[in-house]
């Protein structure tokens, strides 16, 4: 493949190049692909808006590159690979002609619906094939495609939907996640009460879950499908039209809609599946991240699809039916690159390793990591249970904003180091700041991570307000975007993520804002007040803890703390509930209102003898409350 980089002096070289003459590099990797008009323009940019356009009236559909361009020599080879959620039931697979067939087929059945380009179309399903034929079939028509993973519950939902005027929603009567059976489409009934915006809803038939089926606006996937042929002509798009938008927490309550553009996410995640995996073809590639989170957009759909691969979906979870699910695949369906999250390795190492030795695992070439630090304890059972030694670890970094991976070793060819994501792909221009933004030069330093030079899939704005993507991002250091993560520069140049700096927390890997979390929780109608932090936590990497302040003292705590948990499921979903209640008659406040969480996350993390200046608050007495009343 012409972009391959097969060594550690030509990664060397590509990345000077890359530094030296962004544009040339870019238009190179970009001639790969298949345009219906050529760009006129590599790269437009400033930070200060921020404005950046890559592929300047360049013309493509992106379902061209992931689809069409392979049918000639690889129309019978599987493009995907489906493992349900129950081994009993027979798994399927599509190969890249079944798959643009179905793509097509689906395209038109949108079509058939009304939809057409430039319309967002909001996808809540669970793990299946359908999945992603909704996804390649909204990016087919033109049309914005905004998935809402399926852990997330109604308001949540409601939110994404009403933020972005979705005219219509594609989900399924239930989705399975090990023993449980989740009723998708009462979840979707329930939000639509809030968001009409929404003409149609798109059934899928999964769990044969009783459903009710609103006329004229709810259709059955099944019926619907019956209609239409599977010829579709991609509609054509300039590399700068949104392909899609993705919701990520934020500080404020309120979701951010991250929106990626078409040509420069095609280049960048084609190009990063390809050289930090080292995806040899006829590889099978399995990346274990839902399709609601960016991870299954960029390497689960698709850079793999981009790349002609063999992407393996799974429906279920790690532990169904037993903690050995994972090693049961991947010798299933001999799977030689592997991708998954910190908190599941840690989580599976905590089960054992009787669940890991019926296995073989001889298929396995390369292993990945994403999401979240991974200690180096996790890191060395990964690379000794499960890669035999044998495997190289990527511990890849990178985020929602930035649309693919950013900071990571090349599979086999840049010497790791336990927890470290190494250094920076070509094109990736890292800077350390201090709180002034000062640059951090030299190394053996830490500082707040920044990117100073655009690349083809950064966030190009948030949906419907470009002044909060300017806020969020580019506005804490000049001509700058801002991560959010602290990181470490170590003696050999080489980068250690430390985590967030802000207020978000990231709980088995997913990012949650307090903020949205405190709304959860005041939804239940005893609570007049909440704060939410963060606390270091084994498995899940960190926890939620919750200081919540009850309307009138209640006797029965235990109860109380129950049906906030409940409260948070229900309103935003289980990935959300406390860990720990804490139940406080007042918070920690400076005398202008604002809740000093300083003070909540040292008594969270159980530190309670240093708490920092506690001489602006408003009452410190409260201080004295909590701390005696704090959950180990
Ligand atoms: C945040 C982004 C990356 C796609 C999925 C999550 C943390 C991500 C790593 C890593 C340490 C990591 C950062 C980042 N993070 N990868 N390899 N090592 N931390 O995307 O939900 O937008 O979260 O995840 O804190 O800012 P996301």
Not at 153 to 160: G, T
Not at 288 to 295: C, E, Q, R
């Amino acid at each position: 493949m012409p972009n391959r980089i097969t060594s550690f002096d030509e990664y060397k070289r590509e990345y000077q190049r890359s530094v030296e003459n962004p544009e040339a590099f870019w238009a190179a990797k970009a001639d790969a692909f298949q345009w219906k008009q050529k760009w006129d323009k590599v790269l437009e940019w400033n930070f200060t808006e921020p404005d950046v356009k890559w592929f300047l009236n360049g013309k493509l559909n992106i379902t061209e590159n992931c689809l069409d361009r392979h049918l000639k020599d690889k129309g019978d080879q599987q493009a995907i690979i489906w493992e349900p959620n129950n081994p009993d039931e027979k798994f399927r697979t599509l190969t890249y002609k079944e798959l643009h067939a179905e793509v097509c087929r689906f395209a038109n059945v949108l079509k058939n619906n009304g939809a057409k380009k430039g319309d967002r179309i909001c996808i809540y399903m669970p793990m299946v094939p359908e999945l992603a034929i909704a996804v390649l079939a909204c990016a087919r028509i033109g049309a914005i495609h905004s998935v809402v993973f399926g852990g997330f519950s109604f308001q949540s939902l409601a939110d994404r939907i009403h933020d972005a005027s979705c005219s219509l929603v594609i989900t399924a009567d239930g989705g399975f996640r090990g023993a449980k059976d989740i009723a998708l489409k009462s979840i979707v009934d329930e939000a639509l009460l809030q968001c009409d915006s929404v003409k149609k809803v798109i059934v899928l038939k999964r769990t044969n879950t009783a459903v009710i089926m609103k006329p004229d606006r709810d259709l059955w996937w099944h019926d619907e499908i019956q209609k239409v042929n599977d010829d579709c002509a991609a509609e054509v798009m300039d590399s700068e039209d949104e392909l899609f938008i993705l919701y990520t927490s934020g500080s404020t309550g309120k979701p951010k809609g991250v929106v990626h553009s078409s040509g420069g996410y095609m280049v960048y995640t084609a190009y990063t599946f390809e050289n930090v995996f080292q995806y040899n073809q006829g590889d099978v590639y399995w990346c274990t991240a839902d399709i609601g989170w960016v991870t299954g957009h960029s390497y689960l759909v698709y850079g793999p699809l981009l790349c002609g691969a063999t992407t393996l979906m799974f429906e279920g979870i790690p532990t169904f039916p037993d903690a050995g699910r994972f090693w049961n695949v991947i010798d299933k369906h001999k799977v030689n690159i592997f991708y998954t999250a910190p908190t599941a390795i840690r989580s599976l190492e905590a089960m054992g390793l009787d669940f890991v030795k019926p296995y073989k695992l001889n298929s396995l070439r390369v292993l990945g990591t994403v999401g979240e630090p991974i200690n180096e304890e996790a890191w060395q059972w990964y690379h000794k249970n499960i890669g035999k030694e044998k495997c190289p670890i990527v511990d890849t970094w990178w985020q929602t904003e930035t649309g693919g991976i950013m900071i990571s070793p090349l599979a086999g060819i840049t010497k790791t180091k336990p927890s470290f994501a190494t250094l920076p792909l070509p094109g990736i221009q890292p800077v350390l700041v201090d709180e002034k933004g000062n640059e951090i030069v030299g190394n053996n330093v830490e500082g707040r991570l920044c990117i100073k030079f655009p690349w083809p899939a950064i966030i190009r704005t948030t949906y419907g307000n470009h002044q909060r993507c300017f806020e969020n991002y580019f506005s804490q250091f000049k001509n700058l975007y801002f991560t959010g993560d602290g990181c470490r520069r170590d003696e050999d140049g080489y980068y250690r993520i430390t985590g967030r700096v802000d207020d978000v927390i990231k709980v088995s890997g997913h990012l949650l804002g307090t903020a949205e979390i405190e709304n959860a929780i005041n939804e239940h109608p005893d609570i007049v007040e909440s704060a939410v932090v963060g606390f270091p936590h084994d498995i899940k990497g960190w926890g939620i803890y919750a200081f919540v302040i009850p309307e009138h003292q209640r006797s029965d705590t235990d109860q109380l703390k129950k049906e906030i948990i409940e409260t948070v499921s229900k309103y935003m979903g289980a990935i959300a509930k406390p860990d720990k209640i804490q139940i406080v008659k007042g918070l920690p406040k400076t005398r202008s209102g604002k809740i000093m969480r300083r003070i909540l996350r040292k008594i969270a993390e159980g530190e309670m003898s240093n708490l920092g200046d506690t001489s602006t608050l408003l009452d410190p007495s409260v201080v004295e409350e909590i701390k005696t009343g704090a959950i180990k």
